[in-house]
Every structure is written in C-alpha cells, then in structure tokens.
C-alpha cells in the first residue's frame, strides 16, 4: 500500500521545492536587515495564509472523495466554484482597503495569496487521480515562480523595501490564476456540471477544515504574537526576524515530510490499509529515516547558519534545532491522525485540534512575553508534543475498545 518509491519520488521535487524556498530566503535574509525581514516574514505568513484558505478542508477533501468513488468527478464543479470564491474574495478584499480597513500592503499580500491558490487545487487534482509524477514535478512550480521575482527585485531593480515585494507577487498571481485554468479543466471526465457533486465533496472534507484551519493558525502563531509583542516594544522588532531566519532554516524538513502525507491521504478512505503488516514495517522504516535525516539536517542547517551569519540574527542554532525538533514531532503526529482518520474516529481528532490550538496560542502569549524567542521555541515543540501524545491516546483507547467487544 505505502511504496516507497512513490514516495521517495515525490520526496526528490519536494527538496526541489524546499531548496528554492531556503536560497530565496537567504537572499532576503541577506538583504534586509533582521528588523525588515521580520516584517517581511509577518506579511508573507499573511501571504501563504491566504494561497492556502480557500483549500481548507476542500483540496483534500476532493483527493479523499476521488480515492473513496472514483465513478463521480467533480474537477469541473470545484473549479468553478473555486475560482468564482477567489474572484469574490478578491473584490472584498479591495473594497476593504478602498473604505481604509486594511492598508495596501495587506491588501496586496491577502489577493496575492487568492490568485495563486487555485495552483494548489491542481496538485490535488493530480493527486487524487494518483498522477504522482506529474504531481512531483509541479510542486517546485510556485517556489520557482516566486524566487524569479525575489531575483529580480533584489539583484535586477535593487529593490530593499521589505513590502513592496508583495505588489510584484500580486501581479505574477493574476497570471496564475489564468496559467492553471486549462490543465485543471482538462482532468474533467464529462462537461456537464452536477453542482450535488460539490456538496459531496465538502462533506467528504469536513473532517479535514477543522484541523487544516488549527494548522494555518498554530503555524503562524510564533510570528504573529512575535509581531503584536515588538509593536507593543515588549520585545525588539528584530526578534521577529531572527525567529523566521531559524524558522526558514529548518522549513525543508516539513516540506520533505510531507510528502509522505501526500501519498497516504489518497488510502484514508479505505478501510485497513494502515492495519496491515506492509504498512507497520514501512511506517517503522521511515520514522527511524525521518529521524535520522532531522538531525543530520538540523546539525548541518545550524553549522551554515553559523557560518552565513554569525552575529546577524540572534538565537539562530537553538532555533534551528528546535523548529527542526517540532517539525519531527508534527510529522510523527500526522502518521498517528491518518491512522485515527482511517478507524473512522474524525470526532475525537478534531479534541486533539482543539487542545493544540489552545496550547499553541496559550503557550506563545506566556512564553514570549516571559522569554522571547527562546519561549517562542519551546511553545513550537510542546504544541507538537500535545498533538502526539493526544493521537497516540486515542488509538490506544480504540485499540482497547476493541479487545473488549472482541
């Protein structure tokens, strides 16, 4: 059920796509100054927030609805109907800087992240019909797309504004949106449009929107709470930006990880496939890899930083390290949900969101008001720890429920 290759396949372009991601960082790390690049960091959180919202809970909840009853189709609906969602979302989000509710920046940040969105409902389109070689080779698209205008704006116009970049991202999303139309109308099976099949896709990702949401919010918990405490001048605005160099310094691993995830969510819906023998020995070989590869990769990332910037931003190696730890964590976690989704227990992971929403906002807000970034660190591995530990109790409590009616 799990082959290995597919996986390690998908896990070559997603390096691709993390190692793009980390050299355009390290442009801008290189090119602003730790305060600028910290708000640089909050308006791109602000950014990729907004690529990802209009796929919450649906993108996989087409792949799940795909793999469950492949005789429907619904690829033509959810484009449509996706597409006319970001147009909307578009005019409201200019009518609210034209009556002065957000400034321009955050406009251009939020439509930016709308237009290039409906790219990631392609890759769910290819995923969920098991197209995994093109699937890997359009992963590093967006990554690529966006490096070209860092390139350009840094080295060609010479540009230091840390917001001004985000109108450039602006105006590359509208291409976007129209680039992706014809390869994802293409994957529709028949032109006729049956609106049913949208609502049976949206109930197939309920399960999904609750915690995709929890994990847009926790994944930019660190940089917002950072942000509102240096506005407030409890902490430097430069912490902002030396939490996100160590951030940005340990991003591949997730990206590498999560492509794991990737391939195992198009068999949630079947009934046992993460119960058989094939699938414990390779789950089992890929922890001990995916553990081995963190620390290889954390004790390299840390040494680099090191030696690009010794004294520029502050707490990078324990940041490194402990993002790096976190992300392990969250990947270990993951496994464990998949296997709680796969028994049909939906409901009780969604207690395990709930907890881990209130322990990441609630640990942040202490912890950096106590200690800066040090407890933005320590606020990332515990929220990641609480998911774990929440999965793995709920699969023993099955397990033992079982044993009982058995």
Same mark, same amino acid.
């Given at each position: ?16 796509? /993390? ?74 989000? *200019? ?17 930016? @992240?709308?237009?290039? =969105? ?5 890759? =769910? ?47 590359? *999303? ?13 994957? /529709? ?51 902002? *930006?030396?939490?996100?160099? @160590? ?10 990880? =999560? ?29 001990? /890899?995916?553990?081995?590869? @963190? ?6 990332? =840390? ?21 790096? /730890? ?45 200690? @800066? ?34």
């Amino acid at each position: 059920m799990l082959n290995l290759k597919l996986v390690g396949g998908v896990a070559i372009f997603r390096s691709a796509s /993390a190692a793009v991601t980390f050299l355009t960082s390290l442009i801008l790390m290189r090119a602003l100054s730790p305060a600028d690049y910290g708000v640089y960091a909050f308006y791109f959180s602000v950014f990729t927030m907004a690529v990802l919202l209009p796929g919450v809970g649906v993108n996989n909840g087409f792949v799940s609805y795909s793999s469950a009853d492949s005789s429907e189709n619904a690829v033509l609906e959810m484009y449509i109907a996706k597409t006319g969602l970001v147009i909307a979302g578009v005019a409201v989000v *200019g009518a609210a800087y034209w009556l002065g509710i957000i400034d321009s920046t955050a406009a251009a940040c939020v439509a930016a @992240g709308l237009l290039f =969105s409906n790219g990631e409902f392609l890759l =769910s389109v290819k995923q969920s019909k098991k197209k995994f070689t093109i699937f890997a080779l359009l992963l590093p698209l967006r990554s690529l797309t966006m490096a070209a205008v860092i390139i350009v704006y840094v080295y060609v116009l010479r540009e230091r504004s840390p917001t001004d970049i985000f109108f450039y991202f602006l105006g590359v *999303g509208v291409l976007s949106l129209f680039c992706t139309a014809w390869p994802i109308i293409t994957e /529709a099976t028949y032109p006729k449009v049956h609106w049913s099949v949208c609502k049976a896709v949206l109930l197939t990702g309920l399960p999904f929107i609750y915690f995709e949401a929890a994990a847009m919010i926790m994944l930019r918990a660190e940089v917002w709470i950072l942000t509102y405490f240096a506005a407030h001048h409890v902490i430097s605005t430069k912490d902002v *930006g030396s939490y996100m160099a @160590g951030y940005n310094f340990a991003f591949a691993l997730p990206l590498l990880t =999560s492509s794991i995830y990737s391939v195992l969510l198009a068999h949630t819906k079947k009934e046992g496939s993460f119960s058989t023998p094939e699938f414990r020995s390779a789950e089992r070989r890929l922890i001990v /890899a995916a553990t081995l590869f @963190g620390i290889l990769y954390a004790t390299t990332a =840390s040494v680099t930083a090191h030696f690009l910037f010794p004294n520029k931003y502050v707490y990078l190696n324990y940041t490194i390290v402990g993002v790096a /730890a976190g992300m392990l964590l969250s990947f270990f976690a993951s496994l464990e949900r998949l296997k709680a989704l796969n028994k049909g227990l939906d409901r009780q992971t969604n207690y395990v969101t709930t907890l881990q929403i209130v322990t990441s906002l609630g640990l942040n807000a202490i912890f950096i008001f106590l200690f @800066g970034i040090r407890g933005a660190i320590v606020a990332f591995v515990m929220t990641r720890l609480v998911a774990y530990i929440g999965y793995r109790i709920i699969l023993l409590r099955w397990r033992n429920n079982v044993k009982q009616f058995a």
